[in-house]
């Protein structure tokens, strides 16, 4: 099968709905599986390090990858180019 730009021009209206269907889908079903863990405020109260710190990666491998990947990189970017971190050698 050959797609063409007249091809294309068909099955574009079906295929953006039904990726952002499919996403939409698999992002609450992520959500609600976290919330099953914690179903009132009480049990967030209880809730240890380890289990926060398994939400936060999570939320920032599924998420935001980008912007948590960028922020990281102009974090250490930062720390490495300061005055203070330069060491001389003698």
Do not use: H
Request: glycine share 2%; with cysteine; charged share 20%.
């Amino acid at each position: 099968m050959v797609f063409s730009t007249g091809n294309l021009a068909w099955w574009l209206p079906a295929l953006v709905p039904s990726y952002l269907i499919l996403c939409s889908s698999l992002r609450y079903r992520r959500r609600n599986e976290m919330q099953k863990s914690f179903p009132d405020r009480a049990s967030l109260a209880k809730m240890t390090i380890t289990e926060a710190q398994v939400i936060v990666t999570k939320l920032t491998e599924l998420e935001f990858p980008f912007t948590v990947l960028t922020s990281l990189q102009f974090a250490l970017f930062k720390v490495t180019s300061t005055e203070s971190s330069k060491v001389e050698m003698y």
